[in-house]
């Protein structure tokens, strides 16, 4: 087993014990600290995810976002192994993809270009203050947003939410590893350098 699938495991393992009151204050407590961020207040378009696994729960975040009038989207596989972004709101008709995660039922010509949103909230695994993230292992995020390793413009903004256990000192990042902007943990928001 590698280093970073020790690491997977560890902290699956650890995401796992947490009891549903805890993940509940978790969220919540992200989302508010989340939504008092310039990014958030500036931001007209925002991405989340639909947590598995015991990943934090960005649904508090995007109903916030709602609710403060953002437009929402939801990612979903694309044949070319990365993501595309459909529009999402609580409610509306989803799939299941291969992974078993639920996807908008949404047509091809309603896919919003990832360049043109302004917020993406992450899952990960593991995070550390220089914005390396460790997912599942897949390269999803990696390779919708590998052109953010070539063009100077970082948009949109990439975002992890976490809980506070999953940081560590650091983590060794791969050529193709597209950094976050910063992540929110219950206990604050961390702006990665």
């Known amino acids: 087993m590698t280093d970073r699938n020790r690491l997977r495991?560890?902290?699956?393992?650890?995401?796992?014990?947490?009891?549903?009151a805890q993940r509940e204050r978790a969220a919540r407590h992200v989302a508010a600290r989340l939504t008092a961020t310039a990014w958030f207040r500036r931001a007209r378009?925002?991405?989340?995810?639909l947590a598995v696994s015991g990943e934090l729960d960005a649904l508090p975040a995007l109903t916030a976002a709602r609710v403060a009038g953002k437009r929402?989207?939801?990612?979903?596989?694309?044949?070319?192994?990365?993501?595309?972004?459909?529009?999402?709101?609580?409610?509306?008709?989803?799939?299941?993809?291969?992974?078993?995660?639920?996807?908008?039922?949404?047509?091809?010509?309603?896919r919003k270009d990832p360049r043109a949103l302004d917020i993406v909230l992450t899952p990960l695994v593991a995070f550390d203050r220089h914005g390396h993230r460790l997912g599942m292992g897949g390269g999803f995020y990696d390779r919708t947003f590998a052109y953010q390793l070539c063009v100077p413009v970082r948009r949109p903004i990439l975002i992890g939410l976490?809980?506070?256990?999953?940081?560590?000192?650091?983590?060794?990042?791969?050529?193709?590893?597209?950094?976050?902007?910063?992540v929110v943990t219950p206990r604050g928001v961390y702006r990665c350098t």
Do not use: C, K
Not at 45 to 49: F, L, N, Q, S
Not at 74 to 79: G, K, M, N, Q
């Open 162 to 182: 976490a809980y506070d256990f999953q940081e560590v000192e650091s983590l060794a990042a791969e050529s193709w590893d597209v950094p976050l902007a910063a």
């Open 45 to 49: 378009h925002v991405a989340g995810y």
């Open 72 to 110: 929402l989207y939801l990612p979903a596989l694309a044949t070319h192994g990365g993501l595309w972004f459909h529009p999402w709101r609580p409610g509306m008709p989803m799939r299941g993809n291969r992974f078993g995660i639920d996807e908008p039922l949404a047509t091809p010509r309603r």
């Open 9 to 20: 495991h560890e902290i699956r393992r650890r995401r796992a014990a947490l009891t549903a």
